[in-house]
């Protein structure tokens, strides 16, 4: 990300020379700590969610690692009916499974070459104020 | 045949904007997919099955109506390809330290030769890594010369699934070149490709077996580099570095046709924003500036109109405030009332790099603030989103606007715009 101009460049400092000069690091950004492969990711907005899935909202943020290996457990995107949908995959011995967030049937995609898997949400960015509407 | 030490290799996206478009929406698989040019204007790109349908570059969607009735229609979102583009070459840029991006969807990369199988595991590890990074399909050529890996790179798209091609061998080069048409040969112009063909030359081999002075006497120095290139003998060096450009031109047919000085001048002010931008991000300045605008000359029924002026500027500059002044002063003299405009453009040459920028005697312009307001310009720009800060010159109703009724989402770019998915 760029950052606007500062004028608190020690460097530009008159007088003495500043003693924290040679302990700067860059501030942290939150780019750094979700993408790991800038070039491979991507980002897409949760539009619709399941009643049952308590955690997820509408608007919450995903980040998504196309170029990832899916692994078992792993919240994947696929394209079914006309749309993106989350799920989770489930890999037991040789057979794959997506499985839905909430309830729902478990599709067995072992084999299935037109069943693509275009990312791996690696996080979700959720607004607090949302998380703390849920009720248990 | 001459191999040298360096092989170079080509990497070309396949049908690229159709190919990026289909990332973000992959209910388009099967479909014949278009794109149109800025404003809508003619067919700049196909897919596959738009092509088998018969549709060609350059076709005006409204005399086909029967074909596009059975495509998806895109309008250009330069946006998306571009930022596609740049994890392509991105990505291109982890296996060589030598690149040359060549387009928007090609790129060169040298690396030191080995033997075929090696090659051939370079080349699909290149086009696996660029499917896993940007869902974007790649063709991959190899070969001795650039040339060689242009015509490896065109044989590889024929020899589909593998979509890799290395020439490493006599065998695999004659193969490449007799599957390729003389028309395709990189460098061959048109009027060049007719006279081979009436000579009985049809494919890029029957043109490397040809005799290098027949060449030399009936083609230019470029015919002959090809010649070379096609039988090992490299020509084309890898340009990291790009040429400084001679000038700079933006310019735009409008949405619609402009009449009054307002409206043109909003366009131009946002047209010499633009050159004043690539001016900056290139560290150059201009010496010169030239406005032009004319009328429609296909619309026979309105009067026409069309001129140009140019001016040498009082000293370099590639600040905004500074180039809008003059721009507009320019079409202010250009502009006459009464006509419908088309379109206008401007152009900045005469570029030379900003520290080597000679110093006035009586500057009219403080340059040291310019460059700090402009500084600031570009980061708030690019901090909020193109367009952020304007001049006020710019600021209207934007009836110029290109017409782009079909346009995809920035999905890479704007928060708004990212893919909606369901739980």
Redesign the interface.
């Known amino acids: 990300m760029i950052k606007p101009p500062s004028n608190k460049n020690p460097n530009d400092a008159t007088g003495f020379v500043s003693p924290t000069q040679d302990y700067l690091e860059t501030r942290l950004s939150i780019d750094d700590y979700v993408i790991k492969n800038p070039n491979a990711t991507y980002f897409g907005i949760i539009k619709q969610t399941n009643d049952d899935v308590f955690e997820l909202h509408c608007g919450d943020v995903l980040v998504i690692e196309r170029s990832r290996r899916p692994m078992h457990d792993n919240l994947v995107l696929v394209f079914a009916e006309g749309e993106f949908r989350m799920k989770k995959l489930r890999i037991i011995i040789d057979r794959v499974y997506l499985a839905p967030l909430g309830a729902g049937k478990v599709i067995d995609i072992t084999g299935q070459e037109d069943t693509v898997i275009h990312g791996v949400v690696t996080y979700i960015i959720q607004k607090a104020e949302n998380f703390c509407n849920v009720l248990r | 045949m001459f191999f040298g030490e360096q092989t170079y290799c080509l990497t070309d996206i396949n049908n690229c904007y159709p190919s990026c478009e289909a990332v973000f929406d992959?209910?388009l698989k099967g479909w014949p997919v278009v794109v149109l040019s800025n404003n809508d204007g003619c067919v700049i790109a196909r897919n596959q099955e738009a092509k088998d349908l018969g549709i060609k570059m350059g076709d005006v969607p409204h005399l086909i109506p029967d074909l596009i009735k059975q495509c998806k229609i895109f309008s250009s979102n330069y946006t998306l390809y571009g930022d596609m583009s740049?994890?392509v070459m991105?990505?291109i840029r982890e296996f060589s330290p030598e690149v040359e991006v060549y387009s928007v969807d090609e790129c060169f990369i040298r690396v030191n030769r080995q033997d075929t199988f090696m090659l051939y595991f370079l080349g699909s590890s290149i086009k696996e890594?660029i499917k896993?990074?940007?869902?974007l399909p790649v063709s991959v050529g190899i070969g001795p010369t650039k040339t060689l890996a242009k015509m490896a790179n065109k044989y590889a798209k024929k020899v589909k699934p593998i979509g890799v091609y290395v020439i490493n061998s006599e065998d695999a080069r004659i193969e490449a070149l007799k599957g390729c048409e003389i028309g395709d040969v990189w460098g061959i112009g048109q009027q060049h490709a007719k006279r081979l063909i009436a000579n009985g030359i049809t494919t890029a081999y029957e043109f490397s077996v040809l005799n290098l002075e027949w060449v030399r006497k009936n083609m230019t120095v470029v015919g002959v580099r090809m010649h070379q290139e096609l039988n090992g003998h490299p020509c084309l060096e890898m340009k990291e570095t790009v040429a400084t450009k001679q000038n700079i031109c933006t310019s735009r047919s409008f949405g619609k046709l402009l009449e009054t000085l307002p409206d043109m001048s909003e366009a131009v002010a946002n047209y010499v924003a633009t050159c004043a931008r690539k001016l900056r991000k290139d560290g150059t300045c201009a010496n010169m500036l030239q406005v032009f605008l004319h009328t429609n000359p296909y619309r026979t029924d309105l009067s026409q109109y069309a001129n140009s002026k140019t001016i040498a500027l009082p000293e370099a500059t590639n600040s905004t405030i500074e180039l809008a002044h003059y721009a507009l002063a320019l079409l202010k003299a250009l502009y006459r009332p009464g006509y419908k405009y088309m379109k206008a453009g401007v152009i900045v040459s005469g570029l030379i790099p900003e520290h080597s920028r000679q110093e006035v005697l009586f500057p009219k312009m403080n340059h040291e603030k310019h460059s700090k307001a402009m500084?600031?310009l570009d980061?708030?720009n690019?901090?909020f989103g193109a367009g952020s800060v304007r001049m006020a010159s710019m600021a209207g109703h934007r009836k110029y606007a290109l017409r782009a009724g079909m346009k995809s989402g920035h999905?890479?770019t704007k928060?708004s715009d990212?893919?909606?998915?369901?739980?």
């Open positions: 992959p209910s740049d994890r991105n990505t890594r896993a990074v940007t869902g500084k600031a980061l708030l690019s901090h999905y890479t928060w990212i893919i909606k998915v369901s739980v």
